[in-house]
């Protein structure tokens, strides 16, 4: 990346004092600014002009994604100050990337995306830049390094916990394992996959027999697992999908073909996002590991961008707190036994 100093901060609250003396400065929304505190002019943070903010959503393809984005409704209010154009890509990188373009010719002040693939980012990202425009990416990562700062979750880390958890589990038996991966070239199904096989690797009793792609829908999870059940029934003891909506999907595709799954069947399931109705399956024993991918990010993308706008130092790079579950009677030095009261504290 480039524009900016390198700092992570771990962790969803990001307090002043991290703040302090780490992190970049926009060149772009803050040039005026470090000019005149150049000049020894007396500086003020800007106050009470509406801020405008564009975000190019992947889509609505889960549930995660549904309570990411009403994440960015509550947060980038008129009342908090801005005003939010929110875009719903449906999936489609080419639409995502149109996005983008229509935030740059209305020239909004920040533009806030959330890359569907990794891959063909350098030249919109230019554009912005040319324009004059800070961009945010934020949830997963793309291959270009040309924005400002970044915001999200360690998706590696997500894989290699699951991957963790299920060598603790099983302790020493043997894996025979489907993978229902999620959107083709989206760095979460990248990051993920990556960090489970690094652990797989590790494992010479393990086998993956097969992955898919369910493109992190309910639909996509079913029809995958069906497909994985005509394929290989009576051959494997542990799926892993790479999201709650896939789990679910996976889940029915095995009740219609009399397949016992969970802490009482025949067949482990591991799941990503951690959002309600899959900790609800995880404390029902169904899922037997949930890891979670916190979708709410938005609060902290606002903080990067108030910073920002006020021409301070901002952090480049910021870590979401994630943490996994397991159903009960379960227990992992990975992750945390599921209780009802975690659950009533779940807002999504
Ligand atoms: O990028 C985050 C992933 O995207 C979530 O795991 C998934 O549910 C969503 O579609």
Redesign the pocket.
Known sequence: MKRKLVCAIIGMTMAASLLAGCGGSSDTAATDETAAEEEGAEEEAPSGDVITVGYAQ??H?????MANTQNYYDVFSAENGYDLQLIDCDNDNAAQIEAVRSFIQQELDYIVI?PIETAGWDTVLQEAEDAGIPVIIA??EIDADNYDAWVG?N?VNEGITAGNWLGEYLDGADANILVIE??VG???TLGRTEGFDSVLAEHPEWTKIDQQSGD?TQSGGQEVMESFIKSYEGQFNVVVC????EAYGAMDAMDAAGITYGVDGDVIIIS??A?HDGLQYTLDGKINCDVE?N?IQAETVAEVIQLMAAGEEYPESTLVDDEAFVAPGIESAYATTMTQEILDGRAY
Do not use: M
């Not at 393809?61 to 994604?65: G, K, V």
């Not at 790479?242 to 909506?245: A, E, G, K, R, S």
């Open positions: 992947v889509g393809e889960s549930d995660w994604r959330a949830d997963r979750t998706t999620g959107s989206a760095s979460a992190f790479q999201n709650d909506n990503f996002d959002t991918c979708p």
